[in-house]
């Protein structure tokens, strides 16, 4: 029987290129995001693609800003689905934060939705789950979880916290049948950002995916994409000079 996919932040980036990774590989679908008209294109994409109709593909909003919502927002598409097998946190935003110009407000937001909203996603798979029996939450952090970069402090704070807070989950819940998997994307070619053409190994938002649920479904607790070269750098991160990332910022 096909597995169910949950996935936040489904309405662009490396949430909707996964959408159509998972769908190649025979998924059911939830979509979730703040912009439900382009989820009604997604979903009409994704149709077009996969004409069969083998697929349940059911649409839904979700503003993780409104943390106490997040639960109430996503148990109707659950319900929709007759239960999912897999979350894939993936709702997030960047911006440029450099201290000391009055971008308090902005830094807050990017925290308030990298990380709280992450945490209150995280809080409503698990819960899930736990009365399911089963199930795997995967969790999209980043590469700048192990590396400041200037103008970017609160993105990097953010996704540090929430590397942490899914370790703890992991810990927490594998006893439980509840898989935690970490997936630290470097530099993907997607919105989020501009100019991300201009950062070492950027890749394409469907390469990503394509590894990340590689990743999935060998229910690793942890993993880089791309994972070349990032992989082999990785005990590098926290300890280039800050020279080279001032350059890039």
């Known amino acids: 029987m096909n597995k169910t996919v949950l996935i936040t932040g489904a309405s662009s980036g490396i949430g909707r290129a996964l959408a159509f990774e998972f769908a190649a590989r025979g998924y059911h679908l939830g979509l979730a995001a703040r912009r439900l008209e382009r989820l009604q294109t997604l979903r009409d994409e994704l149709r077009s693609r996969y004409p069969n109709g083998a697929r349940r593909i059911e649409i839904g909003a979700l503003d993780v800003d409104q943390a106490q919502e997040v639960a109430g927002a996503l148990a109707p598409l659950i319900k929709s689905l007759r239960g999912v097998d897999i979350v894939v946190v993936n709702a997030g935003v960047n911006r440029f934060t450099p201290v000391g110009k009055g971008q308090l407000t902005q830094a807050a937001a990017v925290i308030q939705t990298n990380l709280v909203g992450a945490i209150a996603t995280v809080e409503a798979a698990a819960e899930h789950f736990l009365t399911r029996g089963s199930g795997q939450i995967v969790g999209i952090s980043s590469l700048a979880s192990l590396q400041a970069i200037p103008k970017q402090g609160a993105y990097c704070a953010s996704k540090a916290a929430f590397s942490m807070y899914l370790d703890a989950a992991r810990i927490e819940l594998e006893r439980k049948n509840i898989a935690v998997c970490q997936v630290l994307p470097g530099f993907v070619l997607t919105d989020i950002m501009p100019k991300m053409e201009k950062y070492p190994f950027a890749v394409s938002a469907e390469q ?13 607790p942890f993993g880089i994409v791309p994972a070349y070269p990032w992989k082999w750098l990785r005990p590098l991160f926290g300890h280039f000079p800050d020279a080279l990332w001032r350059r890039l910022a």
């Open 208 to 220: 990503a995916a394509r590894e990340i649920v590689t990743l999935v479904e060998n229910r690793k």
